[in-house]
């Protein structure tokens, strides 16, 4: 990305924020503490989530068998199915139908597909008249706006602002001013459009081989009235919607509004076998018909997604259930929302895999670096997608994908795996590993050179480092040389290989020097191995060859350990989550097995030392100190904040933990001069919570490396790792 | 059907629990006028007089309150099964602003796999719909919540227990 190009991205992202970032936080931070609520409820809720991942893997591997079995069910009710290859495909059929029955106005209700189609615009062109009834839709037709968001597509919008529109557009007699009013002139509007159309166009969540019935989830009672108010029912869908049968609906009835929106269950399931077998209804001649006078056409789309099932990478896309669960819960899309992080028609965490797959990778690039692979999206998606691994495989293909043709000239002059073309700022945080040798080796002078106000104007301009940033402070002595003269513990308990990450061992060293102590304290025998560069921050730039090297030279140094019986563990929690998680993406499987079981974050591990008979007066003594604790939302993932939380409990300490998603730095994101706003804005949230009077003079803990560096930008007060409070 | 109960509550959802014959003025006393519906299946009871069936169109927009059959209730969910029928549970629960849902207590199945175990047979054999519904219809698109969009703003069920 060049200089300019930062700079319009970073007004445009500032522009959003300002316009829309409230209204939008309101409304998506509203949807997932709802969602937290709603799934509480459920007996099960893993198990729901697991059946309706089953349900999907199974069905896009039968996909071609299931559309054949679908086509017979519906063509014995009555209907049609057509499998369009594309956009122009899908949409030349439809005008086809339209026409048929000379129509000239067709109601809609919500389909996130037929605005993949621009079906609306293909309809127009013939001069047919397209409404859409959903309400939220329908303010953007009116509007002529683009959907922020793939569930509520118009959350942008204030209620205030809804009011003038309506206003201005239609200068109603009536003052219309509450949520109500609007509601009501809305529906009086739309009442008049639905009796008189003659097609009526549903999308469909779900589609069952078995019977021919699709689901249509829905709260407003619009899809309801679309399909019965008209003769000639269109319904058009991602043919990766159809999956066995009637019965595998269960699960995902369950999950659906619940992962959404909060919801334990929208308004309206409606599980339809069209042609339905309602009365049809003349609303000019006012007169009944029978049901046998409707007429159904099923518009199944291919448009890349037969494609994407054949690919490795992408196939897991097909299993989303567009619920925006992945929007809701990541702290970026909080605060921009879809006309920021989204594509030519989806939005959230899981548009990356959609537009790539759909429009190509050139519309998957110009968002996918707001995924900052926080992870937090996984757990809340109901059918388990790698959501931050579908965004780093794109982001790899993206990087390869620029000025490929070049390689061979440059290619191992470069300190990586990657391409020649790909962007320096990728290249700068991608490479960390080698900044940071160096940055210790010539410490101080290399902080001194990198805090001068000329190399931070460079930096900024040539590979958009923010200025506005503090940049680490490398230390001279790293940890691996401090721990070297170290005196070895006697007759130890256990044997630790502690991994000396590239924070801990070039910046962050107290923490690591405190980690050190802690676990000597618990009679634990700790030993440095000589590797420190994780494949974390190549992961997070999409630099995936570059990663995988860096993960073979960890198993190489860390799997002997393992498997001669020493535990290792981890204090960056995002290291620890790669060894966890990625590392089965980038490792052959033993060697991830070995080192994923062998691994612990360093709270964890000093949990399972306690809880194994070892003295806890060996550490520090709370004495009731009063601490507000930041975990980090890769921990969080992984659910083992919760050691942190129950060590300082158990050593009196007093603690609240913060409950936001992300502090809003994520590695390098917020270093970024196009993202250091964002970044800003989903710290303030964080540092909210940290201000209150019950919080604002606790001592401030964070576990992770880029929020300890948020918080000192967020807060006037220090901030450490907890395993400095707890060291001895 | 005491979670049932509770649930149809938590989705403001009012109930009246009654014998077969005395549906027609439990109907009654929770009906606005223009009112029509459906004829109940058998078992459960009659419609009032006031009810009328077979609306034409324009009728069908001017009722005040619409009573159909649920084929099933959902304790889990407080929901009513609507069939899709010939005679127009469909439009007649849906268009007027206030729906009437009864439903046999013997037909309240426990959760959402139950309700769909019974309708997968139905549509695979005989190419039903229904709707499952859950309380009144909503929607928070305009600013904030707001009971009754395109459907019904309230809904009380009747619970007949044979």
Known sequence: ?728 | MDRFTERLADFDVSYTLTAPDDVAAAIEDVTTQPAIGVELPDGLGDLPESVETDPSPAELREASTGVTEARLGIADYGSLVLPTTADGVEPISLFPEHHVGVVSSEDVVPGMADALADLGECFRDASGSAVVATGPSATADMGALVKGAHGPKTVHAIIVEP
Not at chain 1, 316 to 338: D, K, M, W
């Open chain 1, 1 to 728: 990305m060049t200089g300019n190009a930062r700079t319009t991205k970073a007004e445009h992202i500032r522009h959003l924020l300002e316009t829309e970032g409230d209204a939008v936080a309101a409304n998506t931070q509203g949807f997932n503490d709802g969602r937290y609520e709603s799934v509480a409820d459920l007996e099960d809720y893993e198990a729901l989530k697991e059946e309706a991942r089953a349900i999907k893997e199974d069905a896009i591997e039968r996909l071609p068998d299931l559309v054949d079995e679908l086509r017979e069910a519906v063509e014995e009710n009555g209907g049609t199915l057509y499998l369009a290859d594309d956009a122009a495909d899908a949409n030349r059929y439809v005008r086809d139908v339209v026409a048929d029955v000379d129509g000239d106005s067709v109601v809609k209700s919500k389909s996130m597909t037929t605005e993949e189609l621009e079906l609306n615009d293909a309809l127009e062109a013939d001069d047919v008249e397209v409404v859409e009834t959903d309400l939220g839709e329908w303010v953007l037709q009116v509007a002529d706006e683009a959907p922020s968001h793939i569930v509520a597509p118009a959350i942008h919008k204030s209620r205030e602002s809804i009011a003038e529109l309506f206003t201005e557009v239609f200068d109603p007699d009536e003052d219309l001013e509450t949520a109500a009013d609007l509601t009501m002139f809305a529906r009086r509007k739309l009442a008049e459009k639905i009796v008189d159309a003659d097609v009526g166009v549903t999308g469909a969540n779900f589609v069952t081989a078995d019977s021919g019935t699709m689901a249509l989830v829905t709260s407003e009672g619009n899809a309801r009235k679309t399909v019965t108010a008209t003769d000639t029912h269109v319904a058009v869908a991602g043919v990766e919607k159809v999956i066995p049968s009637v019965e595998d609906l269960a699960p995902f009835v369950e999950l659906i509004g619940r992962s959404g929106t909060g919801q334990d269950i929208t308004s309206y399931v409606s599980l339809l076998t069209p042609p339905v077998g309602s009365p049809t209804l003349d609303f000019d001649a006012d007169e009944t018909g029978p049901a046998a006078d409707r007429e159904f056409h099923l518009v199944l789309v291919d448009n890349g997604r037969m494609d994407m099932r054949e690919d490795d990478d992408l196939r897991e896309t097909l299993y989303c259930i567009r619920c925006s669960a992945c929007s809701n819960s990541c702290a970026n899309f909080q605060q921009v929302g879809g006309h920021a992080f989204g594509g030519e028609t989806y939005s959230g965490g899981i548009a990356t895999g959609w537009e790539a797959g759909i429009e190509g990778l050139d519309v998957a690039a110009e968002f996918n670096d707001l995924c900052t692979g926080c992870s937090r999206c996984v757990n809340a998606c109901p059918v388990g997608i790698d959501i931050p691994w579908i965004n780093t495989v794109v982001r790899d293909r993206v990087n390869r994908g620029e000025d490929a043709e070049f390689d061979w000239l440059v290619d191992g002059l470069v300190p990586d795996a990657e391409p020649a073309g790909l962007d320096p700022q990728k290249r700068l945080f991608g490479n960390f590993s080698t900044l940071a040798k160096l940055g210790s080796a010539t410490a101080p002078v290399s902080n001194w050179l990198s805090d001068l106000s000329v190399s931070r104007g460079l930096m900024e301009r040539f590979v958009g480092v923010d200025r506005r940033r503090d940049l680490p402070t490398f230390q001279r002595e790293t940890l691996r040389e401090w721990a070297a003269d170290r005196p070895p513990v006697r007759n130890p308990d256990r044997q630790v290989v502690l991994f000396p990450d590239l924070y801990t061992n070039h910046v962050q060293v107290e923490r690591g020097k405190a980690a050190v102590r802690a676990l000597e304290a618990l009679g634990v025998a700790v030993r440095l191995p000589d590797v420190t560069a994780s494949g974390r921050a190549p992961l997070s730039q999409g630099m995936l060859a570059t990663a995988r090297e860096h993960a073979t030279d960890v198993a190489d140094a860390l799997v002997p350990h393992v498997e001669a019986g020493r535990d290792v563990v981890v204090v960056e929690p995002s290291d620890y989550a790669l060894f966890q998680r990625e590392y089965e993406r980038l490792l052959d499987e033993d060697r991830y097995e070995t080192l994923a079981d062998g691994s612990y974050e360093v709270f964890e591990y000093v949990y399972g030392l306690l809880a194994n008979g070892a003295d806890a007066d060996a550490l520090a003594d709370g004495s009731g100190e009063r601490v507000a604790y930041h975990s980090h939302c890769q921990q969080r993932t992984l659910g083992v904040e919760t050691y942190t939380e129950a060590v300082l409990d158990d050593l009196g300490f007093d603690v609240v933990t913060s409950d936001v998603e992300c502090c809003g730095m994520a590695g390098s994101f917020g270093y970024k001069r196009e993202y250091y706003d964002v970044s800003m804005a989903v710290g303030e949230d964080l540092a909210t919570q940290f201000s209150t009077d019950e919080t604002v003079d606790r001592t401030v803990v964070a576990s992770g490396t880029s929020c300890l560096e948020q918080l000192d930008d967020l807060l006037a007060r220090p901030s450490k790792h907890p395993i400095e409070l707890v060291a001895p």
